[in-house]
């Protein structure tokens, strides 16, 4: 029987070695990086502060450095945290070195999982197909800067919900709050997503940043999963 557990924030817990982690970062980073992946990168090295992320470049210098502090593209970086920057034509075949402030630590503090897999809405059943019958997941949500964060904890119990309608068990108190949380459908997602508080941040900030949240919510227009 697949277990599950929730960890609402990185570092609530030691990720266990030899477990299946779901990294989720739903605005934006898991979003982005599952399109860039969708799109024919090559794969994802995660930074977790820029200076990483230029060192990173110093080694490999065709990789593609993307990523974010306050929403915002980092000065010098090729990319920032849009899902719509990661088109085909930029990054197929490229190394990326991502650098956001909240996903890029959470794919670290995951590092010494047997598996790490990218967790979004846009390709929730495809992430679900990928880790049924793994026996231990653990879904690490990103949450915002060491907080919880109501958009990655509506993912965690949408997935949690899944895997326990697939016979899995949910283990713990994080767990089982996750999937009280879970949307019921695609309108709750977008709800969801446009109700919280980063969300409303984004929201806020008119333009691309709204139709970054819109793409956010869209339920299932991937149909691939993928590990980092």
């Not at 670290?108 to 880790?131: K, Q």
């Amino acid at each position: 029987m697949t277990r599950v557990e929730v960890q609402l924030a990185p570092g609530t817990a030691p990720v266990p070695p030899g477990c299946t982690a779901v990294v989720v970062d739903v605005l934006r980073a898991s979003t982005t990086l599952t399109c860039a992946l969708a799109a024919g990168a090559a794969r994802v090295i995660e930074a977790i502060t820029p200076e990483a992320a230029l060192a990173w470049r110093a080694r490999l210098p065709d990789a593609l450095l993307g990523g974010e502090r306050e929403g915002r593209r980092i000065e010098g970086f090729d990319l920032g945290n849009s899902p719509a920057e990661y088109t085909e034509s930029v990054v197929r075949g490229r190394t990326l070195v991502f650098a956001s402030t909240n996903g890029s630590i959470a794919l670290h503090h995951a590092r010494r999982a047997a598996r790490r897999v990218l967790g979004s809405f846009v390709n929730a059943e495809a992430t679900r197909r990928h880790v049924r019958g793994a026996s231990h997941v653990v879904i690490v949500c990103a949450g915002k800067l060491g907080r919880f964060a109501l958009e990655d904890a509506a993912f965690a119990g949408w997935l949690a919900r899944d895997l326990e309608r697939d016979g899995a068990r949910l283990e713990g108190a994080a767990a089982h709050l996750a999937r009280a949380l879970a949307p019921d459908d695609a309108a709750g997602i977008r709800a969801a997503l446009e109700g919280s508080a980063h969300g409303r941040v984004l929201w806020g900030y008119g333009g691309e940043f709204r139709r970054d949240v819109a793409r956010c919510a869209e339920l299932d227009t991937i149909d691939r999963s993928f590990e980092v």
